[in-house]
């Protein structure tokens, strides 16, 4: 790559580190094999390579309403636009709380001028295609990276590191708990204020609805928050390891259990929930598609719904308690391995594709990739040089003189979302246990890299 060439490039944004730098690394190790190279961080990083490595295609997490003026910008560089939503949609029960989702999550002026946009399973990719019939061919069931992850092998080999620092602090005998909802009225209501700049929020019903649903979020916080402070305090011999949704604070959680005769549990943000669920004999979870990676490993699942939401397919899994007295004896229940009813393995294969891991998603996606990617472009690797140590300088000489400070909460919320930084070795290592090579990884910010095979 030292002299000119067409070059195939992918653009992957990361916003929310812990959910999605493995599984698009996952991807990035597969592009790399089709012969695409990849720029991948966050934001600010991927904004600076599409100003000057464009075309491309630009793969991205969602298609939300207010990011129409973005994905102009984007496609006007002559770049394909697609996504996989992180969201999802398979922990919804209903197929008319998918609708409802889907509203929110999408628009028609952006379907319109989108390339492509992948589906996790047939329950999310018809509703998407039935709500945009006009677009349907953009619709494309592939699965998500994700799921290829959750097995054995690659949990082991992926989060080894994790897996020995969790070992060595914790053991692997501890009860992980994890939730899904908003844990204060502030974030909520900031979550509704995002949302108003949907268009399809005209009516006054349906922003009245929307604050009573989040509303009810924050108190599905609260009561599974108290579940949780009686379950620590009836077993004192038992080890619980808390691991908040990013929706939810560390804070509110010290608040609603308020415990300080008991030591016999932690609240911790470290690391993805992977590790976290390999490791735990148990998890007690509401609302949490984190349910879903435990199943795949076989762990002892205890579902808390204290009332039937949205999301309440997540919440049909394993051990279904509706208060704190059935969680608890649940939790002294002997466990000798996952039984999944046929009905219910039916419905996990409709709403995840590569449940049965008989499907790689990566090999979907990336086949439907390289049938729109017609526009090349040449750069050399001395580009790429060039402007990594222009950017390094930039850089340098704006954190000195304080040139396009970031305001301290908005800084305060992209470092809460990355969480460490991205860093060039964790990207080499993650590669590497994906398929050892000599790759190319050179930083374009800091917390941003092109990488190419």
């Known amino acids: 790559m030292n002299k000119k060439k067409n070059n195939k490039t992918i653009f992957f944004p990361i916003e929310i580190k812990t959910r999605e730098l493995l599984p698009k690394l996952y991807l990035v190790s597969k592009s790399l094999n089709e012969g695409f190279n990849c720029f991948i961080g966050d934001k600010i990083g991927i904004n600076r390579a599409l100003n000057y490595f464009s075309p491309g295609t630009y793969f991205y997490k969602s298609i939300n309403v207010f990011d129409n003026q973005r994905i102009k910008k984007i496609i006007s560089k002559g770049n394909h636009y697609v996504a996989l939503d992180e969201e999802g949609g398979f922990a919804f029960e209903k197929n008319s709380d998918l609708k409802n989702f889907i509203n929110l999550r999408s628009s028609y002026e952006n379907v319109k001028i989108i390339d492509l946009f992948f589906n996790w399973g047939k329950f999310d990719f018809q509703a998407y295609r039935n709500i945009y019939k006009e677009f349907k061919q953009k619709f494309i069931l592939t699965g998500g990276p994700k799921i290829n992850l959750w097995t054995e092998k690659f949990v082991k080999k992926i989060y080894e590191k994790e897996i ?17 909802s908003w844990s204060n009225k502030s974030e909520a209501l900031k979550s509704f204020r995002l949302s108003t700049r949907n268009y ?13 649903l989040l509303f009810k979020e924050v108190k599905d916080f609260k009561t599974f ?25 560390i804070n509110d959680w010290e608040k609603v259990l308020n415990n300080k005769k008991n030591d016999n549990y932690s609240i911790i943000k470290k690391f993805d929930a992977t590790p976290w669920v390999y490791l735990a004999s148990q998890l007690i979870h509401n609302k949490s598609s984190v349910v879903l990676e435990a199943i795949m490993l076989k762990k002892k699942v205890i579902s808390f719904r204290s009332r039937v939401t949205s999301r309440d397919f997540v919440n049909k899994f394993g051990y279904v308690a509706k208060n704190k007295i059935q969680v608890n004896k649940y939790l002294s229940k002997k466990f000798s391995s996952l039984i999944i009813s046929k009905k219910m393995k039916r419905e996990l294969s409709y709403k995840l594709l590569n449940s049965n891991n008989k499907e790689n998603a990566c090999k ?22 060039f402007f990594s140590f222009m950017f390094l300088i930039y850089d340098k000489i704006n954190s000195f003189f304080g040139f396009k400070k970031l305001n301290s909460s908005l800084k305060k919320k992209l470092d809460e979302k990355l969480k460490g930084g991205i860093k060039k070795k964790e990207i080499v290592n993650a590669l590497n246990k994906f398929k050892k090579n000599d790759y190319k990884v050179i930083r374009i910010s800091s917390n941003s890299y092109f990488i190419s095979d």
């Open 225 to 249: 928050g108290r579940m949780i402070k009686y379950i620590i305090q009836k077993n004192p011999n038992k080890e619980f390891i808390i691991r908040p949704h990013p929706a939810e604070k």
């Open 164 to 180: 020995k620092y969790i070992k060595q602090k914790y053991g692997k005998d501890f009860i992980f708990i994890t939730g899904s």
């Open 364 to 385: 979907n996606i990336l086949k439907n990739i390289k049938k729109i990617h017609k526009n090349k472009n040449s750069y050399s690797i001395y580009k790429i040089y």
């Open 200 to 212: 399809k929020f005209k009516k006054n019903n349906e922003k009245k609805k929307r604050i009573e």
